[in-house]
């Protein structure tokens, strides 16, 4: 079965600051792999997400992820981050194969200051 | 295209009682995850459906908990004899059968009193 894995659980950040949040999976085969956000009150957005081709993925609102598939990993980035930033992030992982359930980790907090 | 529609919003329930949570996906979407979320937990898995059946249920407490997605009409997440651990937001995915993203629901925000 699949796990994912989020370093963080709280990151606390000034304007501008760079972001890189952690995420690491588990699973014996092919892969798909999501970020989502959830702003304070919302329901999930997908942020972006990867299932072949460049392992350097580009998404809404500057973010960026990268897959490196030797240390199975889904970090995700933005050089500059707003207020409007805060929210939860959350790294998800979905097998390729049928039948696959789309699993998340436990998501991580970050808080912008201005 | 209306996105996922959960209902209710909010549920308010007595220990002891039933509490349905209703899920209406995507058009054209013939598949459904469950999540609940609880503060500091993050988003649980639950149980992946599809059309009349159940692909993956291994998140569903054994006890208590049922969900369908029957050929018609929403799918329905039950939970039986609530106790106050049951409190949560319960959110709804939906997608077509082809890998892609889900796309959630805006969550039932279940309170047990």
């Known amino acids: 079965a699949q796990s994912v894995s989020q370093h963080n659980h709280h990151v606390i950040l000034s304007e501008a600051a760079s972001l890189e949040l952690g995420c690491n999976y588990s699973?014996?085969?092919?892969?798909?792999l999501f970020w989502y956000v959830q702003y304070p009150g919302q329901h999930l957005q997908l942020l972006l997400k990867y299932f072949s081709g460049d392992p350097l993925v580009k998404g809404i609102k500057g973010f960026e992820a990268e897959f490196i598939k030797s240390k199975f990993s889904f970090n995700l980035r933005k050089p500059s981050v707003q207020w409007s930033d805060t929210a939860e992030y959350f790294c998800a992982v979905k097998g390729n194969q049928a039948g696959t359930a789309l699993i998340f980790g436990k998501g991580t907090t970050l808080s912008v200051s201005s | 295209n209306a996105g996922v529609m959960q209902n209710p919003r909010h549920l308010v329930r007595r220990r002891g009682q039933e509490a349905r949570l209703r899920c209406s996906p995507m058009k054209g979407h013939s598949h459904v995850y469950w999540y609940r979320q609880l503060p500091e937990e993050g988003l649980k898995f639950m149980v992946y459906l599809q059309k009349e059946n159940i692909i993956d249920e291994s998140g569903m407490p054994k006890e208590r908990f049922s969900a369908e997605f029957p050929k018609e009409g929403p799918s329905i997440l039950r939970i039986q004899q609530v106790v106050r651990g049951d409190s949560a937001a319960y959110f709804c995915?939906?997608?077509?059968?082809?890998?892609?993203?889900?796309?959630f629901g805006q969550g039932t925000r279940l309170t047990v009193v």
């Open positions: 995915a939906s997608s077509p059968p082809d890998p892609t993203e889900a796309f």
């Open positions: 699973y014996g085969g092919t892969v798909n």
